[in-house]
């Protein structure tokens, strides 16, 4: 039995319809911002550093991020952003001056650190399991040796982030020029001497990256405002001043930005232009001449600093810095590479890349991001359906019960 031969057309219209309706609810995505990448000169793993102007046209969580190559193909990348770390070890050698293996010692010399008298050094060795003897004399001149410490069994141990293995040798405090280090290998075969020095505790830093901005400085009766601004928003994390002034002083400030808020009386608008307080900070000339922020995004903001009844600062210099963003990505030399971003459709993309972000190796370059593009933008034309409506929802509703009556009925003809 064949079908009647409006099915086929009514099939189509409702076909249409029901495109149409799926075209309403397709965005087309598209980036507003474009920033080139210095070219690879080596294939492999880069750290590409990402420029305050990029963060701060993106999305709070970078989600609309993407690094194309010149293909317009998707490169993989992980991100990471600089924070402060726990304290850790770090080994500082002194200069070995002599690191030779003998028939039965091994004998190390060195020449102690100008800004520093020793009270214990760390000699860092090859790892091994074994007892060994020393003997520490001290010179001024390298020809004339004075006996610091008798032989003596050091002690072995771990220390440093990578741990290194060290012998741990304790002096009574002293000012020689030169030591002489004797291990002696008559019982033992020798051990390779890496190195000798001393640990440092000192904790990791975050990293910040500068932003070009423009500052002018205006005064008042009892105000100094410093009047910022940038190109682009561009996140405000850290503040770095510098000053001409050698007297003490001690001054609170705020940091402001305009807004615009939309008023309604009635069926009337209005846009008022206000000042937001973002943040308060304190400037004083025994701390550190930096201000320290929560983090914002402007690219207009004034410092107001109160002066009271004092003359006001004269600042000399302004630096307007972020926590450092760095993009790992790998690279072909001959490929050109760009950042696009500013797509509000995009979700934060997920790459197989991330799972592996500790097992990375070590970057062979570290690059930059170049300018901010404006990309043309294609016109947005209103869609067909407001998929927001209620009605658009019951044309849909409408619709499904129609196909699924109309597959019914040709069911039960064709038994």
């Given at each position: 039995?064949?079908?009647?031969?409006?099915?086929?057309?009514?099939?189509?219209?409702?076909?249409f319809?029901?495109?149409g309706?799926?075209?309403?609810?397709?965005?087309?995505?598209?980036?507003?911002w474009?920033?080139?990448?210095?070219?690879?000169?080596?294939?492999?793993?880069?750290?590409?550093?990402?420029?305050?102007?990029?963060?701060?046209?993106?999305?709070?969580?970078?989600?609309?991020?993407?690094?194309?190559?010149?293909?317009?193909?998707?490169v993989?990348?992980?991100l990471?952003r600089?924070?402060?770390?726990?304290?850790?070890?770090?080994?500082?050698?002194?200069?070995?001056?002599?690191n030779?293996?003998?028939?039965k010692?091994?004998?190390?010399?060195?020449?102690?650190?100008?800004?520093?008298?020793?009270?214990?050094?760390?000699?860092?060795?090859?790892p091994?399991?074994?007892?060994?003897?020393?003997?520490?004399?001290?010179?001024?001149?390298?020809e004339?040796?004075?006996?610091?410490?008798?032989?003596?069994?050091?002690?072995?141990?771990?220390?440093?982030?990578?741990?290194?293995?060290?012998?741990?040798v304790?002096?009574?405090?002293?000012?020689?020029?030169?030591?002489?280090?004797?291990l002696?290998?008559?019982?033992?075969?020798?051990?390779?001497?890496?190195?000798?020095g001393?640990?440092?505790?000192?904790?990791?830093?975050a990293?910040?990256?500068?932003?070009?901005?423009?500052?002018?400085q205006?005064?008042s009766?009892?105000?100094?405002?410093?009047?910022?601004?940038?190109?682009?928003?561009?996140?405000?994390?850290?503040?770095?001043?510098?000053v001409?002034?050698?007297?003490?002083?001690?001054?609170?400030?705020?940091m402001?930005?305009?807004?615009?808020?939309?008023?309604?009386?009635g069926?009337?608008e209005?846009?008022?232009?206000?000042?937001?307080?973002?943040?308060?900070?304190?400037?004083?000339?025994?701390?550190?001449?930096?201000?320290?922020?929560?983090?914002?995004?402007?690219d207009?903001?004034?410092?107001?600093?109160?002066?009271?009844?004092d003359?006001?600062l004269?600042f000399?210099?302004?630096?307007?810095?972020?926590?450092?963003?760095?993009?790992?990505a790998?690279?072909?030399?001959?490929?050109?590479?760009?950042?696009?971003?500013?797509?509000?459709?995009l979700s934060?993309?997920?790459?197989?890349?991330?799972?592996?972000?500790?097992?990375?190796?070590?970057?062979v370059?570290?690059?930059?991001?170049?300018?901010?593009?404006?990309l043309?933008?294609?016109?947005?034309?209103?869609?067909?359906?407001?998929?927001?409506?209620?009605?658009?929802?019951?044309?849909?509703?409408a619709?499904?019960?129609?196909?699924?009556?109309?597959a019914?009925?040709?069911?039960?003809?064709?038994?």
């Amino acid at each position: 039995m064949h079908p009647p031969p409006e099915r086929p057309q009514m099939r189509r219209r409702i076909e249409f319809l029901l495109g149409g309706v799926l075209i309403a609810y397709t965005a087309i995505a598209q980036p507003k911002w474009r920033a080139t990448v210095s070219p690879a000169e080596h294939s492999g793993l880069h750290a590409i550093v990402l420029s305050p102007e990029l963060v701060g046209v993106s999305r709070t969580d970078l989600g609309d991020l993407r690094l194309v190559d010149s293909t317009g193909r998707v490169v993989p990348f992980v991100l990471q952003r600089s924070s402060a770390g726990p304290m850790r070890s770090r080994f500082v050698p002194y200069t070995l001056l002599r690191n030779e293996v003998l028939p039965k010692s091994t004998v190390v010399e060195l020449e102690r650190p100008v800004d520093r008298q020793l009270d214990e050094l760390h000699i860092w060795t090859r790892p091994v399991d074994v007892e060994k003897h020393v003997r520490i004399t001290g010179s001024d001149d390298r020809e004339r040796w004075y006996m610091v410490k008798d032989e003596h069994v050091v002690t072995q141990g771990a220390r440093g982030d990578p741990p290194h293995q060290v012998l741990l040798v304790q002096l009574p405090r002293s000012d020689y020029r030169f030591f002489r280090i004797a291990l002696n290998d008559s019982l033992t075969d020798p051990m390779q001497i890496l190195g000798v020095g001393h640990f440092v505790e000192e904790a990791a830093h975050a990293r910040y990256t500068s932003a070009t901005v423009k500052w002018e400085q205006h005064d008042s009766a009892s105000f100094t405002h410093l009047w910022v601004t940038a190109p682009h928003p561009i996140p405000v994390e850290r503040i770095v001043y510098a000053v001409q002034d050698t007297v003490p002083f001690h001054r609170t400030g705020r940091m402001q930005a305009p807004r615009n808020a939309i008023r309604r009386n009635g069926r009337r608008e209005r846009t008022e232009h206000f000042e937001e307080t973002v943040a308060s900070f304190t400037l004083a000339s025994d701390q550190e001449q930096e201000i320290d922020l929560t983090g914002t995004r402007e690219d207009t903001f004034d410092l107001s600093i109160d002066n009271s009844d004092d003359r006001p600062l004269r600042f000399t210099d302004l630096h307007v810095f972020n926590t450092e963003y760095i993009l790992l990505a790998n690279l072909e030399t001959g490929m050109r590479y760009s950042f696009t971003t500013g797509d509000a459709s995009l979700s934060p993309p997920d790459f197989d890349m991330a799972h592996f972000a500790d097992e990375l190796p070590a970057p062979v370059d570290t690059l930059r991001t170049g300018l901010l593009e404006l990309l043309p933008q294609r016109a947005n034309t209103p869609p067909l359906f407001d998929p927001s409506k209620w009605w658009i929802w019951a044309i849909i509703v409408a619709l499904m019960v129609g196909m699924g009556l109309m597959a019914v009925r040709m069911l039960r003809k064709e038994v």
